[in-house]
């Protein structure tokens, strides 16, 4: 930037002195020359439009027509980099006749400034042609003499930022701005005001050492900044070649899209916790020249939410990233999942329709990329409300890992990861393991049932992909396993059901009190499936299966109980219970028909099995007689032998003794 103000320096000294030649020369002569000196200079052609016109009373002064300024050649964006309808000049008469250089006015009307950054870093505000390395160089006439401005003032401006590299550009409309330089090595102050998508924008500057400033040193500088209701202050000491800067930071960004729009940039409004009302930042901040950022002793407010910590911000290949080690007290970030999802409210409740709609905007995982270390008393995220938590949070590329270190919740404790994933969309995932967690309170918050008291453990791991919750539980999928200790269902006696055969034993004073109960269970398309559920009670057994639609919140579920009469668990009566329907007006009705249909079975296997016995009886009692009739022919089994064996070894006995005699006699006729 030196060189940019070093060359608008030029080209007012050249102007300047020419102006008191313009009595004896040609003003279109004059403008000729120090357009043709500049663009020696500078390398840039300047041209300078109409009459160029003096004036020696009151000050001495010129105003031109219309001029403009040449872009770099690299560029290929249309027209120059400076343009103006005109340029009015005052000095201080006497005291350039004492060598120095007093600017008593300088003013440019509806200027247009083009500034532009090249995909290899060139940038077009840096001249060449006139000294070495291709910049305005230090012996130049004039450049480097010292000089003062009373007013320095740019009405109805436009200012055009591109950076090639990165894609941004920011506009600035409606600019006007005052410099003032009251002394060349002492404070010297900017005031601006614009418009930047739709939205104001002001800065305010008062800094030390303008002469050390205009090289980029740095210098003690107090500077003010808005956008829309957002406001940032720093004060401290601060350079530009490279930036960098140590002082006190104090912002507030209740309005972040007029920030992301002033900056070039987009950027909605956070949801509730995050800083949809509310969001401001102090802290001692170092720009230390390379591009990094650091806020020691942070404070941060977001609506609620305070979080204290230090901040290290360092630029990366494709973003930035964030490294942290933050504190806070209580949070508060019901809002993260859109609508309401509060126990018992319109979005999460049993009672409610279905889950909220609302699109969840996730597109500020992209901005950067995170390591950062939380401790916090407590957590509400709205579906739940988790105690001390000490977490380790990663962001890439847009996919954020919530590495659960230590988290009480619900009488017990949560551990595993939960992931947020905003690469193309948004999916939600987990491996969480949840020991000693109370049921009631938990169910409550995260559904609004409050039906089941019991201390349990819950393993799930589990994958959703959607732009609202509706969305994610539609579709979720997973698996896990639960197991209870000793409590009981409200609203539900199973004992007394199948004592009555009555379903009727549903709704407030009816309970079924248990010893355990444990399953696993699957997760597909929104829906939870288990075969496995086994529940232990006193004089109750049961098992079940069946569907729990997480996503479309309905029940298809069978209970098969057995009702025990007997302390010594004697005379139990099966009695399957369906229960379905929806969340908010489950049906429960008992299986009598199964009842039938297992009596009849039970009937049908019980004489099958007598006609089997019967024809074994039967066929005992035959080969009993048999075997006595044989016995009296003198056929007998012996150890080992089948009945059929006797038999056919005395047929071969009795044969053998046959052949014998027949050979004899033929023998003995011989």
Not at 619 to 636: M, W
């Amino acid at each position: 930037m030196r060189w940019l103000l070093r060359a608008v320096g030029a080209i007012l000294i050249l102007v300047l002195l020419g102006a008191g030649l313009l009595l004896m020369v040609p003003t279109e002569r004059v403008a000729q020359a120090a357009a043709q000196q500049f663009e020696k200079l500078t390398g840039r052609a300047l041209t300078i439009e109409g009459k160029v016109t003096p004036r020696f009373w009151p000050v001495l002064g010129v105003t031109t027509g219309p001029v403009s300024m040449a872009n770099a050649d690299w560029s290929k964006e249309p027209g120059p980099m400076f343009a103006a309808d005109g340029l009015v000049i005052e000095i201080n008469a006497s005291a350039l006749l004492g060598g120095d250089i007093r600017i008593l006015g300088l003013r440019a009307e509806n200027p247009r400034i083009l500034l532009e950054r090249a995909r290899d870093g060139r940038e077009n505000w840096v001249f060449g042609g006139g000294g070495s390395g291709g910049e305005v160089s230090e012996a130049t006439p004039g450049v480097g003499k010292s000089y003062t401005l009373e007013e320095g003032r740019i009405s109805g401006g436009t200012i055009r930022y591109i950076d090639h590299a990165s894609g941004r550009r920011i506009a600035l409309d409606n600019v006007d701005a005052v410099l003032k330089v009251p002394d060349f090595t002492g404070p010297f102050t900017l005031e601006l005001s614009a418009l930047s998508g739709g939205q104001n924008v002001a800065l305010s500057a008062q800094a030390d050492v303008f002469s050390a400033f205009t090289e980029g040193r740095v210098v003690p500088l107090t500077l003010k900044a808005s956008a829309g209701k957002a406001r940032v202050a720093f004060d401290g000491r601060a350079g530009w070649n490279p930036l960098a800067a140590e002082g006190t930071l104090e912002a507030d960004l209740p309005d972040l899209p007029a920030v992301g729009a002033a900056m070039g940039s987009a950027i909605s409004t956070p949801p509730p916790g995050f800083g949809a009302d509310r969001l401001t930042v102090a802290g001692q901040l170092t720009l230390d020249g390379s591009g990094a950022a650091y806020l020691r002793g942070a404070k941060i407010v977001a609506d609620a939410n305070e979080i204290t910590g230090d901040l290290d911000l360092k630029p990366g290949k494709d973003r930035p990233k964030l490294s942290a080690q933050l504190r806070s007290g209580p949070l508060v970030l019901a809002g993260a999942a859109g609508g309401s999802v509060q126990g018992g409210g319109s979005g999460g409740g049993m009672q409610a329709a279905g889950w909220p709609k609302d699109r969840i905007d996730v597109s500020a995982l992209g901005a950067m990329d995170a390591a950062v270390a939380l401790v916090a008393p407590s957590v509400d995220l709205g579906v739940a409300k988790l105690g001390e938590t000490r977490a380790l949070i990663t962001i890439d590329r847009a996919r954020a890992v919530f590495d659960i270190r230590q988290m009480a919740a619900y009488g017990g404790s949560v551990t595993g990861q939960f992931v947020l994933n905003g690469r193309g969309g948004l999916s939600v995932g987990g491996d969480l393991a949840l020991k000693g967690i109370g049921m009631e309170p938990l169910l409550q918050d995260m559904a609004g049932w409050d039906r089941l008291i019991a201390q349990g453990n819950l393993t799930l791991n589990f994958l959703g992909v959607g732009n609202s919750v509706d969305e994610i539980m539609q579709g979720l999928k997973g698996s896990g396993s639960l197991s209870l200790g000793k409590g009981e269902i409200r609203g539900l006696d199973i004992g007394g059901m199948l004592r009555t055969l009555d379903a009727g034993y549903v709704g407030e004073g009816q309970k079924t009190i248990f010893d355990g109960i444990a399953g696993s269970f699957s997760i597909a398309g929104g829906v939870l499936s288990n075969s496995d559920l086994k529940l232990v009670a006193p004089y109750l057994t049961a098992t079940g299966m069946g569907e729990i639609g997480l996503g479309k919140r309905d029940l298809n579920y069978r209970i098969r109980p057995t009702a025990l009469t007997k302390e010594d668990g004697s005379g139990g009566v099966m009695v399957p219970l369906w229960i379905t329907g929806s969340w908010a007006d489950p049906t429960f009705r008992l299986d009598l028909e199964a009842i039938a249909r297992e009596k009849m079975e039970a009937e049908a296997k019980a004489a099958e099995e007598r006609l089997k016995a019967e024809a074994k009886a039967a066929e005992a009692k035959a080969k009993a007689e048999l075997e006595a009739k044989l016995a009296k022919e003198g056929i007998v089994a012996g150890e080992g032998e089948s009945l059929e064996d006797a038999v056919k070894r005395k047929a071969q006995d009795a044969l053998t003794e046959e052949a014998g005699k027949l050979l004899n006699g033929i023998l003995q006729g011989n």
